[in-house]
């Protein structure tokens, strides 16, 4: 079955009405383009189009039966089988191309999950889709332990989920850093009073990481590492970015080692493998899931320098936008930024940044000049030559993709 609804709420309830009923769920998102989305009609086999109806159907493109789900559960006459296996197929981003389909289970899925955890008084929020792997994530935490959910919508602002999820007093709520990023310079984030933030799905800095730390100084912040295909690795909770050598040997329930600089993972939170004719394997011989996200060790920490999908190379040397941005960010009026490669006839690339000020931080023509030239000193101060940008640009605004995570583009 394909779940393709526009409405949160919907999807959660038919997720959880067709796990152990259905031999597949594959989730998509209202968004997902119709060859997309024809794709993974076809490489799931899937037989039964479920919607709410808010979704235009007329862009599936096929003519199976759809089935409407409602916004609320009823009893039926369905026998639910303890012994069905559903698989849960979740799609990748495929901003490169067509997406890859990632076949989990719920036990897969659920493996980081304490159910005995205590949930008093606890309202889980988060910025994701719960068709997302770290949306999904915060909702099986929720409805596992008993805690209650509050779920963003699609047609809300990011001001008015903000204030809604203050409202009915979300203590532990999760997105990207970028999500953070742009919910800390938008007034309404003083109506949370979190007790716990997490962050995952992108690189956290430590600019972050202080940022939330000094906004909320009540609550816990962690950053956790996770992928879709690799699960759920491990979470970080001294306030600091990276994370101790130690945890590669230490993280529960977790087997991680480092090959040619990359993470690779292995535990029964990974994947089974992708759907579809002519696709890699998805784990190595051992078992292994590499995530494609590059570490650096420096003493007995390691930092994420970035993934090595997005790498820029500038005359034959490697430059990690994640780590640039790191260190633009640590400039007190900056909000947030994004580094990509721009052609050049010379070194084949060079280092551009656009730069995002907080809103106290919005200067004169004259200012911005003087601020450009900060922002290039501590750049040149922290990185090597090749790294440092070529220009800076001030933006108004940065877009995020749909994943929570920087639109990323290259000239």
Known sequence: MVVHTRDHFTAALALVELDGVARRLVLCLPELPSDHLGFAIKSADVDVIVSDGTTLESNIPTDLPVVRCLSRIEPSGCHRDAECRTEWILLTSGTTGRP???????????GAVDCRAKTDGVVWSTFYDIRRYGGLQIFLRAILT??????????????????????????HISGTPSHWRKALMNPSARMLEPRYVRLSGEIADQAILDSLRAFYP?????HA????EGGVAFEVTDGLEGFPETVLREAPNVEMKIENESLRIRSAR????????RVQPLRDP????DTGDMLELRGDRYYFAGRRDGVINVGGLKVYPEEVEAVINRHPSVGMSLVRGRRSSVTGAVVVAEVVLKADCEKNPGDKLNLQHEILLVC?????????PATIKF????AVAETGKLLRTHE
């Open 100 to 110: 890859k389909l990632v076949v989990h289970t719920l036990a897969s899925l659920a």
């Open 146 to 171: 008993g805690a209650s959910l509050v779920l963003s919508s699609p047609r809300e602002s990011a001001a008015d989920f903000l204030v809604r999820a203050g409202s009915y007093g979300v203590t």
């Open 218 to 222: 009540a609550a816990a912040i962690s």
């Open 225 to 228: 590492f996770a992928s879709t």
């Open 270 to 277: 990974t994947a089974e493998r992708y759907l579809g004719t």
């Open 286 to 289: 051992e078992g292994f899931v």
């Open 380 to 388: 040149r101060e922290a990185l090597p030559r090749h790294k440092v």
């Open 395 to 398: 933006v108004p605004s940065l």
